[in-house]
């Protein structure tokens, strides 16, 4: 799809989604749904929002939510368009809830789980997620997503994101073609490779969505604010497998700029496991 026929996002914002690998969507979702799933979360941790003496953990997880709310915080019609304008029309699966939810209290004392990473895909049924995997076609991924259902401002444990780290990955992964790597071997060296990225803060309003590559390295930090943080980190998952001869999303544009292959080689072997590349 050219990028001036693109739906739902600005060109502009296709353009930054490719290059640094991500896309901010102020208002993606209502105060009112962000205030109901918020409620619905509070009483899941079995806390109360006005006794501050009993946050004594310095995060909470909580899984899947599939009421009302969530359901249709997930489906508004702005993100359907942005759906379809990173991802493609009928290439994504509606989401039919939200989760997990890292709800994060203002606490001195580290969660230790503030590692940098990405988000894998597939091989979820190995017991350990360390050997959980992703391959250059983001099998079983077509985005990562960051819900925002409280206002997150910088110290209020915002999600830790390395810009442009998505291009980097995908030059990582392409050697090793269907197979792609453990969570394991990705992070064998602690994501040096992705150091010299900038790093940004997934900052917002409750209804700020962010929208990122399914490659880009993030991380959490603990919370010295002084309310809790409420998000949801879902995958946006795909309709189907790779199509090599699907014009190219702004997705698998990300991946084929940053290998440095042609746009118009949609049906050809990449390097490495004769797969072409998302």
Same mark, same amino acid.
């Given at each position: 799809?050219?990028? $001036?026929?693109?739906?739902?996002?600005?060109?502009?914002?296709?353009?930054?989604?490719?290059?640094?690998?991500?896309?901010?969507?102020?208002?993606?979702? *209502?105060?009112?749904?962000?205030?109901?799933?918020? =409620?619905?979360?509070?009483? =899941?941790?079995?806390?109360?929002?006005?006794?501050?003496?009993?946050?004594?953990?310095?995060?909470?997880?909580?899984?899947?939510? %599939?009421?009302?709310?969530? /359901?249709?915080?997930?489906?508004?019609?702005?993100?359907?368009?942005?759906?379809?304008?990173?991802?493609?029309?009928?290439?994504?699966?509606?989401?039919?809830?939200?989760?997990?939810?890292?709800? &994060?209290?203002? !606490?001195?004392?580290?969660?230790?789980?503030?590692?940098?990473?990405?988000?894998? %895909?597939?091989?979820?049924?190995?017991?350990?997620?360390?050997?959980?995997?992703?391959?250059?076609? !983001?099998?079983? &991924?077509?985005?990562?997503?960051?819900?925002?259902? $409280?206002?997150?401002?910088?110290?209020?444990?915002?999600?830790?994101?390395?810009?442009? *780290?998505?291009? /980097?990955?995908?030059?990582?992964?392409?050697?090793?073609?269907?197979?792609?790597?453990?969570? !394991?071997?990705?992070?064998?060296? =602690?994501?040096? *490779?992705? @150091?010299?990225?900038?790093?940004?803060?997934?900052?917002?309003?409750?209804?700020?969505?962010?929208?990122?590559?399914?490659?880009?390295?993030?991380?959490?930090? @603990?919370?010295?604010?002084?309310?809790?943080?409420?998000?949801?980190?879902?995958?946006?998952?795909?309709?189907?497998?790779?199509?090599?001869?699907?014009?190219? %999303?702004? /997705?698998?544009?990300?991946?084929?700029?940053?290998?440095?292959?042609?746009?118009?080689?949609?049906?050809?072997?990449?390097?490495?496991?004769?797969? !072409?590349?998302?």
């Amino acid at each position: 799809m050219p990028l $001036s026929q693109t739906p739902g996002l600005t060109v502009r914002q296709v353009e930054d989604f490719i290059a640094d690998g991500f896309v901010r969507l102020e208002g993606a979702f *209502s105060p009112h749904l962000a205030r109901a799933c918020r =409620d619905a979360l509070w009483a =899941d941790t079995g806390l109360s929002p006005d006794d501050p003496a009993v946050w004594t953990q310095p995060v909470i997880r909580i899984g899947w939510k %599939s009421t009302p709310p969530f /359901v249709e915080a997930a489906n508004t019609p702005r993100l359907h368009a942005a759906y379809d304008a990173l991802v493609g029309a009928g290439r994504w699966l509606p989401p039919q809830g939200l989760g997990s939810f890292p709800i &994060r209290f203002p !606490s001195a004392e580290s969660a230790g789980d503030e590692g940098w990473h990405v988000d894998v %895909s597939f091989g979820t049924e190995n017991p350990d997620f360390m050997d959980w995997r992703v391959n250059v076609t !983001s099998r079983g &991924r077509a985005l990562l997503m960051l819900f925002l259902f $409280s206002e997150v401002g910088p110290r209020d444990a915002p999600t830790r994101i390395r810009k442009g *780290s998505h291009r /980097v990955i995908a030059r990582e992964l392409l050697p090793w073609g269907e197979a792609g790597l453990s969570l !394991s071997e990705l992070s064998a060296e =602690d994501y040096a *490779s992705t @150091r010299d990225c900038p790093e940004t803060l997934a900052t917002g309003a409750a209804g700020t969505v962010y929208l990122c590559h399914p490659f880009l390295v993030h991380a959490a930090q @603990r919370h010295e604010g002084k309310e809790p943080r409420f998000m949801a980190q879902p995958a946006l998952l795909p309709a189907g497998g790779f199509d090599p001869a699907a014009p190219p %999303s702004p /997705v698998q544009i990300a991946i084929r700029r940053a290998c440095g292959l042609s746009l118009q080689n949609t049906d050809g072997p990449a390097a490495g496991g004769g797969v !072409s590349p998302g």
